[in-house]
Structures are given as C-alpha cells and as structure tokens.
C-alpha cells in the first residue's frame, strides 16, 4: 500500500462549489504539508502542520483552509472555487528526525479543475 | 528574493545517451539542495541530497554536484534508459525557523528508443 495516499485523484467541479482533497498517510510522521503545482511553476506551499494542534499559513493560503483531524490525516478545503484554483495538488509527510529540511515524502498527487 | 532557476525546460534524448540538468539559486541562508525525480501522474521522490560541504554525490546513474560559491547545482544521468523520462526538480532549503522550501520548475526529460 502507498504510504501517502490522496484523494479523489481527479476532480472537475463547478466555480463556487466547495471541495475538500484528504491526505492519508501511514508513515507514522508528524509533519504534513499541502502543495499545488502549476505548469511551467515550482510547487508552492498552501499550508503545513508540524502536529495535529499546530497548523501554518504557507505562501499562498488565500482561498484555502486546512484541519489535521489526527497525525495521520490532513485535509485541504476551497471553500468556493473558483478557476484560477485549477491545479495539481500534492501532499506530503516528512518526519521529526531529518530537521526542518528532512526529505519530504510526497503523495500521488490530486488533479482538480473548476470549470 | 529566494529563487531556484532550472534549465533547460524541457529535453530529449536517446536512450543510452547521457544528459547533464542545471539548477542555479538565489536562495540564503542556503541549508541544502534536494533533487527530486517525478514521474508523470506521480509525486516527486527524493534523488539526493547535499549539504553546503559537499561537492558530489551520487545515486546510481545520477549524479548531482553543488558549487556552494556560485550557486550552481547540476544532475548528470549517464546511460540514459526510458524509465528517466520524467520531470527532475531542483529544491533548495533556506535556514530559518522552518526551513522552506524553494521548488524550481523542473526539467521535463523524455528518454527515446
């Protein structure tokens, strides 16, 4: 079984509609971040969490919200989409013992489109 | 601002062929430099890693050197087999209280028969 797993894989939705994407993973790890992928663009934080109590704002948090319901699970909402939100979205674990620049260990990623 | 750069943006190859990729930065303080490889429909998986001291470091048929003073990073792959095809990214972390991370756009290989 995939240590990170995510899903839908794929999601086609309509603008203001809201859409949660679920992060599972079994690693054990405490840290989970949230990423969306754009062509031609490097993947940029939305948000990550070091444990389930502690959430933070990434670089492009504006339209999105998160909840860690335990240390394994970590959902990203859009609470209405809009198109520009259309995008590649990847979560990741990483764990206590690399440090802050540990190997993150990524998920298979979600393809979500809002028409 | 923090920046990674790679180049170039997309490259094909043959199959046994080797390839060089470059990543150069504007990333400080620098704590270390990842290269990830991504498969189409899959998540980036970790290559190598190096840290300011290191110069070269290899896995396999990949091979990523730092020039810490020029901020420069390159990927060599020798004998090139069709499972190269992917995109290759370059991450470097800046030291901070959260280390973060800064992706660049990767390099798009296709590996052909």
């Known amino acids: 079984d995939a240590d990170v797993t995510q899903t839908p894989r794929n999601r086609i939705t309509k603008t203001g509609k809201r859409i949660m994407l679920e992060c599972s993973q079994t690693k054990g790890h405490d840290r989970m971040y949230w990423y969306r992928q754009d062509p031609g663009l490097g993947l940029r934080l939305i948000y990550y969490?070091?444990?389930?109590?502690?959430?933070n704002k990434g670089e492009i948090s504006d339209g999105y919200s998160v909840s860690r319901q335990a240390q394994a699970k970590f959902s990203l909402s859009l609470e209405s989409a809009i198109p520009n939100q259309t995008a590649l979205y990847f979560c990741?674990?990483?764990?206590?013992?690399?440090?802050?620049?540990?190997?993150?260990?990524f998920g298979p990623g979600t393809r979500l489109t809002v028409l | 601002k923090n920046q990674v750069e790679q180049s170039p943006q997309s490259l094909i190859i043959l199959e046994g062929k080797n390839c060089t990729l470059q990543?150069?930065?504007?990333?400080?303080?620098?704590?270390?430099l990842r290269w990830y490889k991504q498969d189409t429909g899959r998540g980036p998986v970790s290559l190598t890693i190096m840290t300011f001291s290191e110069n070269t470091k290899s896995n396999g048929r990949y091979t990523a050197t730092l020039d810490a003073d020029t901020k420069q990073s390159s990927l060599h792959i020798t004998a090139s087999q069709l499972s190269d095809s992917a995109s290759y990214i370059c991450?470097?972390?800046?030291?901070?209280?959260?280390?973060?991370?800064?992706f660049g756009a990767g390099t798009r290989l296709a590996v052909h028969p």
């Open positions: 991450v470097v972390s800046a030291m901070g209280g959260y280390n973060k991370l800064i």
């Open positions: 969490s070091f444990d389930v109590k502690d959430i």
């Open positions: 990543c150069n930065y504007t990333v400080s303080p620098f704590s270390n």
């Open positions: 990741a674990t990483s764990d206590l013992s690399g440090g802050p620049s540990g190997e993150q260990f």
